[in-house]
């Protein structure tokens, strides 16, 4: 299988720095991406990691390992618009480059 | 502006009736996507277009169908087969298969 684990929730302080993380199966890894989910809204692309290391972008960072199978996003200076569920996405060597998604972690933030 | 659309936002039917659920977008994206969202899962693939007039099955097809006979539009249709038809439907596209997605807004299915 392909399995990808994520917490299911977590809660944050405003303004704080949160990390989220996500365990994979590494057989057939060739890429990971993170995107963001509001309640009843459509995921918006975040961060795509392919090489080991740290990707920054603004206030989110996403960091991967690809011995480990381990990758977590980091948020900093917490703000409120930033409760959302954080999906983990894995794409595996296949067909069409396939690619699994976690089931996400939600986060709250809160004041 | 460039988007992908999905329509309804809210549909209703019966139990039994097929339904169709429309997907447009104007990206000039070769590939198209639909999930499904469902509480406490993570996003499923049901088909997937890696270009036009070629779909491959995901990996809960059974009890769908979709066609992709203009690059732009990836209609699915949700049939009587589907056993739990009720969920979240996301549309996505993407400059090809290996390229990160762009989704529409979902539409919220409701089967009784």
């Known amino acids: 299988g392909q399995n990808i684990d994520q917490p299911t929730e977590m809660t944050a302080t405003e303004g704080a720095i949160v990390q989220i993380n996500c365990t994979y199966q590494t057989s057939g890894f060739n890429g990971l991406f993170w995107y963001q989910q509001h309640a009843g809204e459509a995921p918006t692309f975040l961060s795509y990691n392919v090489l080991d290391g740290l990707e920054e972008k603004g206030r989110f960072s996403s960091f991967l390992s690809r011995s480990k199978g381990y990758s977590y996003l980091l948020l900093k200076e917490l703000q409120m618009k930033d409760s959302a569920s954080y999906l983990c996405a894995v794409r595996y060597s296949g067909g069409y480059q396939k690619v699994t998604f976690g089931t996400g972690t939600k986060l709250q933030v809160i004041p | 502006d460039g988007g992908i659309t999905q329509s309804p936002k809210y549909l209703f039917r019966k139990e039994g009736q097929n339904v169709t659920l429309s997907c447009e977008q104007n990206l000039n994206h070769d590939a198209m996507y639909w999930y499904r969202q469902d509480p406490g899962q993570g996003l499923r693939l049901i088909y997937y277009s890696q270009i036009v007039n070629d779909f491959q099955k995901g990996d809960i097809a059974e009890g769908y169908s979709v066609s992709r006979e203009k690059k732009e539009s990836f209609p699915l249709t949700v049939t009587s087969a589907q056993k739990n038809p009720t969920a979240f439907y996301l549309c996505?596209?993407?400059?090809?298969?290996?390229?990160?997605?762009?989704f529409g807004q979902g539409t919220r299915l409701t089967v009784v």
């Open positions: 996505a596209s993407g400059r090809d298969t290996s390229t990160e997605a762009f």
